[in-house]
């Protein structure tokens, strides 16, 4: 079993999850990709060992990473039993339930049926009794939205999960949302957002705003756009990016001359910092304080101690600030 540093607390990188008891780490660890069955298990142990000697403490998962669905959360548990079983009470364990799991009508959105089979699925993967932070993960339109909210108080009522978290809503259904489940006196704490210099919907929608009213807590997913974000593509496409080893979230299409135009222009205001594009990406989507954590993944442990580098140095001044928006313009 992992032996976990000593030093894994020297270092505060942690801010309270809005107005709720729970903090997260600035930087959280996310599973959506290398933990599938055509992932290498030893290096997912080691990511794992890395993240938490240094204070990573909140491991992200949904019933459906993989491949193949539901491969993410059994590598996991595997880690978890084998390696990680005493530390079970420093960890913030998450999953989601919200898109296609299963086939036929109930396996899908946000039903109750859906919800709480697929979350009694994900803890018999991950071999625990409950989770931390369960999540919807998508809102649904056409399961009322009393009897998703419903659901999930009934979850955290069973003790099968502690708080509650909203993925993919907008401003306006998070705040009916919330309604209901302080009506039901459930400890929502948290939405799970995509967010990045690149993709800003949350500050479009009402999400982000409202959330900050709400004194509920972000966790941004993709911060670093699927890696575009990095100074990994400035020089071409290299054969073992994500970009050609997994073509289904990150396209070729999606770095076209106005975006790789961006990204030189970043960089340089980065190096400029003394830091890299990376860095300096996850910097700003802490710039304000309303996000609680940026949702990270990684291929290998290096870049996991490479994030955590935002949590170190200078702030962004206003006048870096201005220059980010005018380049993304």
Not at 53 to 62: Q, R, V
Request: with cysteine; hydrophobic share 35%.
């Amino acid at each position: 079993m992992h032996s976990a540093s000593q030093e894994r607390y020297d270092k505060d990188i942690y801010a309270r999850c809005g107005k709720s008891g729970l903090k997260l780490p600035k930087v959280s660890f996310g599973l959506w990709h290398n933990f599938g069955d055509n992932a290498d298990y030893d290096n997912m142990k080691k990511m794992c060992f890395t993240a938490f000697d240094n204070g990573i403490t909140h491991f992200d998962l949904a019933n459906n990473y993989g491949p193949e669905a539901g491969a993410a959360e059994r590598n996991f548990g595997k880690i978890l039993k084998e390696e990680l079983a005493c530390y079970r009470d420093e960890l913030i364990i998450s999953t989601k339930a919200g898109y296609t799991m299963w086939p036929g009508p109930y396996g899908d959105w946000g039903s109750r049926k859906y919800l709480i089979a697929s979350l009694d699925q994900s803890l018999s993967r991950m071999g625990i009794d409950y989770v931390d932070i369960f999540y919807h993960h998508r809102m649904d339109p056409e399961t009322p939205l009393r009897e998703t909210m419903g659901a999930l108080a009934d979850i955290v009522q069973s003790g099968k999960a502690l708080y509650i978290g909203l993925s993919n809503y907008n401003g306006e259904v998070l705040r009916e949302a919330s309604a209901i489940l302080d009506e039901y006196r459930v400890p929502f704490i948290i939405n799970q957002n995509k967010y990045s210099i690149f993709v800003r919907d949350i500050e479009k929608n009402g999400l982000k705003e409202t959330s900050k009213e709400l004194g509920k807590g972000i966790i941004a997913f993709s911060p670093l756009a699927q890696g575009l974000l990095t100074d990994r593509y400035i020089n071409g496409i290299p054969e073992d990016s994500r970009m050609r080893t997994d073509g289904r979230f990150l396209k070729d299409s999606a770095l076209d001359e106005k975006t790789l135009d961006k990204i030189v222009k970043l960089n340089k205001l980065a190096g400029e910092r003394g830091e890299t594009l990376a860095t300096m990406a996850l910097k700003w989507i802490l710039r304000d304080g309303v996000v609680t954590s940026v949702l990270a993944g990684a291929s290998k442990p290096e870049q996991i101690l490479n994030n955590l580098k935002c949590t170190e140095g200078a702030a962004l001044s206003k006048e870096e600030l201005d220059m980010i928006d005018e380049i993304t313009a």
